[in-house]
């Protein structure tokens, strides 16, 4: 009776080892599916499944305001380099630096004002009014492209409104998006959720997001993430 129940328990013990490492082992390597079968949506994924690296294009949106200074006195907008770049547009800058990847500006037809209570205004006005703003940019060869990096700026609790001309324009099915975004405190809002809802083909990583007054800091941060992601060069 007693060696019954010991060798149940050494049983136990080996199945529980099993378990844990086939866990561990299917974290490690394929990070997109694990994600599929614990998560509730198959486009979740936490980093880049090994070996499946392509070519990645970094994609972002940014309006470098006019007044104030700069990030510390809640501009938007960052020197580096002696460059005056919006602070998203900046960890663009360190994105594809950083992974080899080439820069892709999202602009609008029209021009955003530069002052802060311009820009809230005339955002507001298009949200109000459900606008698609016309994209003066295109991706000429978007499919040499399997991964894509977009940034933006949270614009009133959401993604600014040129993205979702720009999600619209593309089908990214089969294709992988990494978001990024800078902000004032509300990090992503529900923006990953909702372009996870208009590519429901792609893979949607959770992304990375940096507080506006943290950006002129932010590069080790950035690094560190896009090492965990598996796409640091
Ligand atoms: C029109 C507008 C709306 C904004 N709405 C929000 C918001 O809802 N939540 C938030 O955390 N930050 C908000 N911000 C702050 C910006 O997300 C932040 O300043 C960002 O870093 C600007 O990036 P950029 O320089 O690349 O344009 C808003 C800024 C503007 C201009």
Redesign the pocket.
Known sequence: MKKGIITAGILAIIVCAITAYCRADGNKTISGETAATESPSAQQADYITDGTQGKALVV??????TDGVD?SS?????VSDGKI???????ASVIGEATGSALFELKTAHTYPGS?KG??D???AEIDNNVRPELAAHIQNFNDYDIFFV????????M?MPLYSFFDEYDFGGKTIIPF???????F?GAVKTIRNMEKDAIVLDGYA???DL?GEARPDVLNWLEKIGMLK
């Open positions: 972002y949106f940014s309006v470098p305001e990030t809640g501009a938007s907008r960052i770049m919006g602070n998203t547009q900046y960890i802060h820009l809230l005339a955002t507001k940034g933006f700026p949270n614009w009133w609790y959401d600014p975004c800078t902000h004032g405190g509300s990090r809002s940096v507080a506006r950006v």
